[in-house]
């Protein structure tokens, strides 16, 4: 079996086991419990707009995936060539983002939404990946992402991955807005001890 076809098994494998997480999690929400009424209230706050950017991307992601697993001859002329080694450090990414995205949504708990939104119920989870970063579901995303981009050494996903970071630190920006107005002060000193999606590097004392 040559090395390019077990790549991209892996590539599957990794893709299967993320999305299903996602998708398990999703279903889990309180917000799958919500009125079609108050689905749309809360599409409708995030923005029409910034919705459909989010399909756009998610169908052509999910279109790119299967020409590269399918149908890598139809788009020859989208991959690059850096190294074994790379492609390794892609699947070591890939598989450290699974139960890293777990971690962060068994963390979150009841407190996860789909949109850019609080609950009255809602709080403010401090602990776990959470105790670092403000915004570990997206670090996970942009790991496993990345990973992607190695292990297929593919162009349009390094696009993909580039357009995706940017409209998450979009998402990111209007969520923390919200949680400042949920939460007040609490969240503007949580934001001071925490990084956006890595760790904040924490200077020592002299």
């Given amino acids: 079996m040559e090395i390019e076809l077990i790549f991209r098994i892996c590539f599957l494998l990794l893709f299967i086991a993320f999305l299903g997480i996602r998708a398990y999690y999703g279903r889990k929400s309180p917000w799958t419990k919500q009125t079609r009424e ?6 409708k706050r995030e923005g029409r707009g910034s919705a459909f950017v989010l399909l756009a991307l998610w169908l052509f992601y999910m279109l790119w995936v299967f020409l590269y697993l399918v149908g890598p001859s139809i788009i020859w002329w989208s991959f690059f060539t850096l190294g074994l080694e790379w492609q390794l450090l ?10 890293y995205i777990i971690w962060s ?20 989870v401090k602990d776990g990946p959470y105790a670092r970063v403000r915004h570990p579901i997206y670090s996970a ?50 934001m001071g001890q925490t990084g ?8 020592s004392k002299n």
């Fill in 105 to 124: 949504h068994r963390t979150l708990g009841n407190n996860f939404t789909a949109t850019i939104a609080t609950k009255e119920k809602q709080s403010l």
């Fill in 38 to 43: 108050e689905r749309m209230e809360d599409l």
């Fill in 141 to 190: 995303h942009t790991i496993f992402n990345s990973g992607v981009v190695l292990l297929a050494m593919n162009w349009i996903f390094l696009i993909l991955l580039v357009i995706g970071i940017l409209y998450s630190y979009r998402r990111m920006f209007n969520e923390e807005k919200i949680m400042i107005e949920r939460f007040g002060e609490e969240y503007q000193t949580y």
């Fill in 90 to 99: 892609g699947l070591v990414l890939g598989i450290l983002s699974v139960p």
């Fill in 196 to 203: 956006r999606i890595f760790p904040r590097i924490r200077q």
